[in-house]
């Protein structure tokens, strides 16, 4: 497949009303949850993923426009080519080519131009860490001049900051989440700066994701590390994000830490 249309009136055909429904409970779509005005055609994350192969070389253009659909999975299969496209072009053997570069950060700009799109925790949790998460890893264009690549960690954190501080609770997710790659990759100190922005965040989906963070940089990192920013916010913490933060410690540990 080479164009949005395709993509759309291919999972169109896939519609399921049965599974659309189970989705829509799930996925919090009545009006006053966090969901309400998605929409799903029904289809499992595994059949789209497919899809997202075939169409895995649609161009820029293309892709914005599957973010555009009113269809949850139509969106999901948008951000999954993206990922797929961004990997290729990641690497190792690519991580300083220019032309890889260029691409790369085109398709940062264009998903972070289009992040709203990312309605629902889930759009934001499959790709995030492993676009806008892999990039601050990675050489870029942005930020500068446009004539020499360079890592550029004080543009990076100001992209983060965006995110952190915009008023859309999808954005602010994504600022949290993407540091899920940073940690796999042994540098904690995006999980840190984050987790420590938005310990005071209003909404339980934002208590989870910080403290799923907090575990997976312990787990990849350092436990003690992780200990020690505990100890420090302990007073502050909210109880949702401690228990997801201490779910890889012992019994013991983790019932001392509920405790206090």
């Known amino acids: 497949m080479t164009t ?34 998605d929409d799903f055609l029904g289809i499992r994350v595994p059949e789209t993923r497919v899809i997202a192969g075939e169409g895995r070389d649609l161009p820029i253009g293309e892709v914005e426009a599957l973010l555009k659909s009113r269809w949850h999975e139509v969106r999901l299969c948008g951000f999954l ?26 398709i940062v700009v264009s998903y972070l131009r289009n992040g709203r799109q990312a309605n629902n925790w889930d759009l934001v949790d499959l790709s995030v860490h492993k676009i806008v998460g ?17 890592v550029r960690r004080e543009y990076k954190e100001q992209v983060l900051d965006q995110l952190a501080h915009s008023d859309n609770l999808w954005l602010q997710r994504m600022s949290i989440v993407c540091t899920w ?26 208590h989870k994701a910080v403290g799923w963070m907090l575990r997976e940089m312990g787990k990849r990192v350092s ?8 100890r420090e916010h302990l007073h502050e913490i909210h109880r949702t994000t401690l228990r997801y933060a201490i779910e890889k410690m012992s019994e013991r540990e983790r019932r001392e830490w509920m405790e206090g």
């Open 81 to 106: 080519i993206w990922v797929d496209q961004f990997e290729r072009l990641a690497k190792k053997r690519l991580e300083n080519d220019e032309e890889a570069t260029r691409r790369r950060d085109e």
């Open 181 to 206: 790659k940073t940690s796999q990759q042994g540098d904690p100190s995006w999980c840190l700066r984050y987790a420590e922005m938005h310990l005071h965040h209003p909404h339980d989906l934002m």
């Open 4 to 37: 949005a249309v395709e993509v759309m009136n291919r999972m169109e055909a896939l519609r399921n009303e049965r599974e659309r429904v189970h989705l829509m409970r799930f996925f919090k779509t009545a009006p006053g949850d966090y969901g309400y005005g």
């Open 134 to 150: 892999h990039w601050l890893l990675l050489p870029t264009f942005l930020g500068g001049d446009g004539r020499e690549a360079a």
């Open 223 to 230: 436990m003690d590390l992780l200990r020690s920013f505990l």
